[in-house]
């Protein structure tokens, strides 16, 4: 049973901020009659999307798996009772690349010393067949309580792990559940699966942790309007983690019955932080609540930085630029290359020609691990690739290389070719496409088109 006696804490509530390293902000305001339990402390991560370390082509990237694990493995290092889950998406599509990456992830979240990950519906694009296998490598269980293949359940639904120091070995028990409205997608996936609702055989599971366990956790791959439904449907639950919806985690939990509903915000820009000490009289975890943003100050673990260096060395080798798919041109015919416009425009050609732009491949080459092999980044850093006629390598393309005129402009063959067809000008649109909030935090297509303005 859960021990309850009383002590003062803390509660979840936005009266008092305090900033600590990291970019970890913590809410907490005193209570007067809290009922003690042994504390833990719960690491939350999850919606990576693929990104497991930023590019760093630009200042101030957030995110990456080396500086989450450098940050998990401090404060594991401390007297604390530590518990690091994941909600799942580490991956969101198919492809050789995404299975890279959720093997690269994996591995580094071994050495993090994980305990659990839930199973998101990006997950399942790389197939169920290949996560079972990827479950054998993971030091972790994959969980999820209602996901079904050919009416029976694939993964576990659930895992318990016992507390240090409580009194009468209390535990934590942590399940699993996929939103139920990703149903379609799954079975789109394939036929066999089917992502059931939560019903009497959910809350019989739960209902059966309820002895032995300090605190019930779910990993509900959901939005945390569902989450929030959840909690209130299952009352068992203590904490209820979510996946989706929102970019950035929660300013604070949402206090749903006598849970407490958090999220993980996407793409690991942010690690969240619950550190669980008591209960209020009604049920409901006292706990201090904190988002550690992953900032390029915090100090990288070196064992997962090598890990990410391996990745890239094998996307390298396997050659992936040169195994994606190419696409139809875009409309304006074949590329040129920046050099084909000089003799027209020649002051605009002047100002590319002195720009970063100019320079952009070899960005790439100067990065620690070098990422000009790497298809994802390639493909801003030079004119047209993946399309058809578009960049190739330096080797068989180098007119391409770098941010050029059609980068911008679109394809310019048959604009060269007979001048009076109209040629596509450029603006703020064609920049975000590479300019993206993740790739370039800071980007204003006022201040930094100053720049290259002709």
């Known amino acids: 049973m859960r021990p309850r006696s009383s002590i003062p804490w803390i509660v979840c509530a936005v009266s008092t901020v305090c900033l600590v390293a990291g970019g970890c902000v913590m809410f907490f305001t005193p209570a007067p009659s809290v009922k003690a339990v042994t504390p833990i402390t719960l690491l939350l991560s999850g919606e990576m999307n693929g990104l497991i370390e930023p590019c760093r082509c630009s200042e101030r990237q957030l995110g990456g798996i080396s500086r989450r694990a450098g940050i998990i493995k401090s404060i594991a290092s401390q007297p604390l009772n530590v518990l690091t889950l994941d909600n799942g998406d580490v991956v969101s599509m198919m492809g050789r690349q995404e299975e890279l990456k959720y093997e690269t992830a994996i591995m580094a979240m071994n050495r993090m010393g994980y305990a ?244 952009a491949l070899a960005t790439l080459q100067q990065l620690t691990p070098r990422r000009d092999h790497d298809p994802e980044c390639v493909a801003c850093h030079v004119v047209g690739y993946p399309h058809l006629t578009g960049f190739e390598s330096l080797a068989k393309t180098p007119a391409l290389a770098g941010v050029g005129c059609e980068s911008c402009h679109g394809p310019g063959a048959e604009h060269i070719k007979d001048t009076r067809k109209p040629y596509t000008r450029s603006g703020e649109r064609e920049c975000l496409a590479c300019h993206t909030a993740d790739q370039s935090p800071h980007f204003s297509y006022r201040k930094h088109f100053a720049k290259i303005k002709h």
């Open 116 to 359: 659990a990950m839930g199973v998101g519906e990006g997950d399942l694009a790389l197939g169920l067949d290949y996560l079972v296998s990827m479950q054998e490598v993971a030091q972790f269980p994959f969980l999820c309580a209602n996901l079904l293949r050919d009416g029976k359940r694939v993964f576990p639904s659930h895992v318990t792990r016992p507390v240090k120091g409580g009194p009468g070995e209390p535990s934590v028990s942590v399940v699993g559940i996929l939103s139920p409205k990703f149903d379609q997608r799954v079975k789109s996936l394939d036929p066999r699966l089917s992502v059931v609702r939560p019903g009497p055989d959910f809350r019989a599971l739960i209902e059966s942790l309820v002895e032995g366990s300090q605190l019930i956790v779910a990993l509900a791959h959901m939005s945390v309007a569902e989450g929030t439904a959840l909690a209130k449907q299952f009352p068992q639950l203590d904490v209820v983690v979510c996946g989706h919806g929102l970019d950035e985690p929660l300013a604070q939990p949402v206090n749903a019955g006598k849970a407490l509903v958090v999220n993980t915000g996407t793409k690991g820009r942010s690690l969240v932080r619950l550190d669980i000490a008591g209960r209020t009289e009604t049920g409901r975890p006292v706990a201090k609540y904190g988002v550690i943003r992953l900032l390029p100050e915090l100090l990288e673990a070196t064992d997962v930085a090598t890990l990410f260096s391996e990745y890239v060395a094998i996307v390298r080798n396997e050659g992936l630029l040169d195994e994606m798919r190419r696409f139809d041109l875009p409309k304006g015919g074949p590329y040129a290359g920046s050099y084909a416009c000089q003799y027209c425009h020649e002051t605009a050609f002047d100002v590319w020609k002195k720009s970063a732009h100019a320079k």
